[in-house]
Nanobody
Framework: QMQLVESGGGLVQAGGSLRLSCAAS????????MGWFRQAPGKEREFVAA???????VYADSVKGRFTISGDNVKNTVYLQMNSLQPEDTGFYYC???????????????????WGQGTQVTVSS
């Protein structure tokens, strides 16, 4: 089993930055693809970014150029640096781990096996 714990969420003004962290325990992070997803009130969970151990990274078009995903294998932690935040980035952010090597990290929530509890990000206008 892998446990994932997110942190770093909060309230920020539009144009500001936050860095989310996802600390993993129980398994070595480097053997998994790691993804970030978010869910706004009344909306479905959507893909944000993902990274695998190659490392390949993929991003949703809505965050490309503003968000950066990275991993630290020593700390067993994956990060999501979020810059130029906008109100539409508001939501609950989850990290997730995919046990299957797929070449490129998946954008599909259903491919991920382990999920954290999430952290709230609120961007005010």
């Amino acid at each position: 089993q892998m446990q994932l714990v997110e942190s770093g969420g909060g309230l920020v003004q539009a144009g500001g930055s936050l860095r989310l962290s996802c600390a993993a325990s129980g398994r070595t992070l480097s053997y998994y693809a790691m993804g970030w997803f978010r869910q706004a009130p009344g909306k479905e969970r959507e893909f944000v970014a993902a990274i695998n151990w190659n490392p390949y990274t993929v991003y949703a078009d809505s965050v490309k150029g503003r968000f950066t995903i990275s991993g630290d294998n020593v700390k067993n932690t994956v990060y999501l640096q979020m810059n130029s935040l906008q109100p539409e980035d508001t939501g609950f952010y989850y990290c997730a781990a995919d046990r299957v090597y797929r070449g490129y990290p998946s954008r599909r929530a259903g491919d991920y096996d382990y999920w954290g509890q999430g952290t709230q990000v609120t961007v005010s206008s």
